[in-house]
């Protein structure tokens, strides 16, 4: 019996997290101290800088240098050196590479100096002259010219829409009840709490150490030894704390390029630290235009599905996920159509925000199968188990498990569902109007290739390592756990090293597949080290387990057990003290198998309750109710966690998020988190996590990864409550109250 896996553990690193002993990009000091670059971003959207004046900031006392793309060292010039591992296709930003603006807010220069204060007030003093050209951001402005998606290398391949099936415009055309309806979804921003910062450490030997805000360290080492014509000896990156990332980390950020820039022009120990306003031209969740087609059976089963979207990216590169898939995987249904543009704006390039396509897509499928089930006058559980779907119609292929049905019963049950009425406006608290709503969440579980070593010492303690990242996630402690099950120790004997490119590999940490991979990788890792053990402890004179087999062997409470004869035993110390080794160290790659013949997803349905005041229109969500099933849960608090975190994200899309853009300088807004709304403890109520039952073997751990599953269908859920509270039904998120009035 696995005394860790499964239990509520609280985090390892929670002391030091909480005591300040852990220590973000930000916070690496070295003798001697560290130069500091500030940014200068661009004013314009588009065109190029005719001019740059940087006397009067060089001037400033304390100012080393300031770096533009007239004095910057020199740089790689082919896009291949800027090409990270999670690159779209197109042509990646290099910043303060030349004389073009792409964006507002694109660095121009770096202005360093011996305080940030100094640097940011010199960096004032900066003074350009440009020459505009005409720009576009508005994405309704440019849907006309959305172009469908090229879908050119094997990586966009893979991210293109699905295959049609059937003649889905004949069978919407010809159901006997039809749904058509456009839904949008604006750009949102990541906003994590710790800003994006590189501290860049120039060793006495002519590397660099670099410490940076990254999910994927050996991405970022790879691409710096692009960018720069480094070997990978010369530069080492860690990262073994990130205040949060939820994919805006995925690719190296420009902060560590212009820190290693400057730190290479002057020889000199940098770090930069981005201002929150400038965390806004990173990346961003692109705005969505949805058209949702639905046609059904009176009976309601589906005969049609369409889903044309049109989502942004910027004029160098083509981000795009799998935006319209999802509403062909969810539902049972014979005819399914999709078709996706890119509006091309003279924006950032957007990138992965937690689920990316599925958070904004599922959203649109969902809010329109609600307003089904209305056309239906059917319940919308109800709805979703007659189109429930045993089989990936993409791949007409089964799923290696689906638990949904059982997430609804048991979401709904906790909920109370069965005692919502169902006429719109027709449930009250007070002067509140309450409404209740629900949806269905999707998303994959991925595994991938990864490597782990662990050196076992023979004073019973291990130390696993791998280069993954831990966002925030709870990887640190999972890690811990698994390694502790599998090699038989307490959870304390274990120390975990990660965040560092010198360790073995790893993927970037995204996708919600790290958990999946890199536990299974401990478990291989384990038993090789569980053989090596058995090799030492059968040279023991008399040994109990002579004639053992590893695959007979457990490990628990520090000794090996055979499984058929518990009384069979040899300690871990006996063993290595009889073969004379003080550390065992054993590294082994672990690759998902080969499954062609079963899809992999997670799946979750949520119940959200909201209380709209009738005068104001304020929106308040009460209660959330959210069934997940995801394989075996690891770690029931930090999962928990993690589908907490989601839920209330999932309200700020629904209610609060948007980036807004004045279009006339194609400039953000609100880029701060005064005005970029995202939920506060007064927006969060009651939220309830259930993990449902979900045997898989998909992995030898049966485990299927979670960290995006918790965004996935809350927006949905949460409109689709306001429509039964008010009988309004807003299709742009988010629902604010202007779009409610008169309520
Ligand atoms: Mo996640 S959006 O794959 O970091």
Redesign the pocket.
Known sequence: MAPYIGTPTSRIDGIAKVTGAAKYAAEFNVPGGVLYGSIVPSAIAKGRIVSLDTSAAMDVEGVATVLTHENRPRMAGRDQDYKDDVAPDGSPFRPLYDDKIRFNGQPIALVVAETSEIARFAASLVRVEYESEAHVTDVFRERDAAIPVKATSPEGAMFAPPKPRGDAAKALAAAAVRHDAEYYVPIEHHNPMELYAATVIVEGDGTFTVYDKT?GVQNVQRYLCGVFGMKPEDVRVMSPFMGG???SG?RPQFEVVLAMLAARALQRSVRVVLTRPQMYALGYRPAMIQRIGLGATTGGTLEAITHDAITVTSQYEDFYRQETGWSGLLYKCANATYAHRLAHLDLPTSC?????SAAPGVYALEAAMDELAVALKLDPVELRLRCYSDRDQHENRPFSSKALRECYRQGADAFGWSKRNPEPRSMRDGSDLVGWGMATGVWEAMQMPITVRIVLSANGHAEVACATSD?GTGTYTIMAQVAADALGLPLDSISIKLGDSSLPQSPV????WIAASVANGIVTTAEAIRSELLRLAKQIPNSPLSNASSDELTLVGGQLVSKHDGARTVSIADAMRHGGVERIEQEKTTSPAEDAARSHNVHSAIFAEVNVDEQLGVVRVTRVVSAVAAGRILNTKTAASQILGGVVWGIGMALHEETLIDHRFGRIMNANIAEYHVPVNADVHDIKVIFVDEPDDSNPLGIKGL??IGIVGVAAAVANAVYHATGTRVRNLPITLDKLHPV
Do not use: T, Y
């Open positions: 999910q990332g939820f994919g995925l992965d925000m937690r689920a990316p966002i940490e995204g996708g919600s960290g995006e």
